[in-house]
């Protein structure tokens, strides 16, 4: 077995499903971004949510937020719903699992914030009960999926934006999430503080 080229297979793979990508998806995140940058600019906060990689994911777009992308800025206002694990284990145990992330959009979410929903297949349970909620709270949904978009596809509403993958390997969709959480990042830097010279 030739490790070497394998891995090489690995880089050239996803630089192609980065590039199908960038057609597809250009125009919906600078989409995303100007919802976020308006519930941002209103007083809004952005909830994100996702299971495994993708509560990763989620943690990685908050901290960019709150923290800073790659220019200094007041922090923005966004939380990851899959870090609070006396959160997640109480409903989790006192509930059911699929509730985990619904009853904190249910606390915590307000009309005209943002629910960032995460979910390489489309079809994560527990996700798909946090959009749900998210519309019952009048929020918008933005939504990182993968393949054909799963069940989420179908569940979204007026006003909210689909990211799907165009791919069906999970480890290519999660590479092209992590570039569009930081293509997300980098539009409401420049939405806020104006295109770097």
Excluded: W
Excluded at 70 to 93: K, Q
Excluded at 125 to 132: H, K, T
Excluded at 177 to 189: E, P, S, T, V, W
């Amino acid at each position: 077995m030739d490790l070497a080229a394998r891995m090489r297979g690995h880089f050239l793979d996803s630089i192609e499903t980065k590039r199908k990508a960038a057609d597809v998806l250009a125009a919906p995140i600078a989409a995303a971004v100007a919802v976020m940058v308006a519930s941002l600019m209103n007083g809004g906060k952005i909830l994100a949510c996702g299971n495994g990689g993708s509560a990763g994911d989620a943690q990685h777009f908050a901290a960019e937020l709150v923290g800073r992308f790659e220019r200094e800025r007041p922090g923005l206002a966004a939380i990851s719903l899959a870090t609070d694990t006396s959160i997640l284990t109480a409903v989790a145990n006192d509930y059911a699992y699929e509730q985990v992330f619904s009853k904190q959009v249910e606390a915590l979410g307000s009309p005209g914030d943002v629910l960032l929903a995460i979910s390489t297949s489309g079809n994560s349970g527990n996700v798909i009960a946090a959009i749900n909620a998210a519309h019952g709270r009048e929020m918008q949904v933005v939504a990182l999926t993968g393949k054909d978009g799963g069940k989420i596809t179908k569940l979204l509403a007026a006003g909210d934006i689909e990211l799907c993958v165009p791919a069906t390997r999970t480890a290519r969709i999660q590479e092209v999430h992590l570039l569009a959480i930081h293509c997300l990042c980098d539009g409401i830097d420049c939405s806020l503080l104006g295109e770097e010279p």
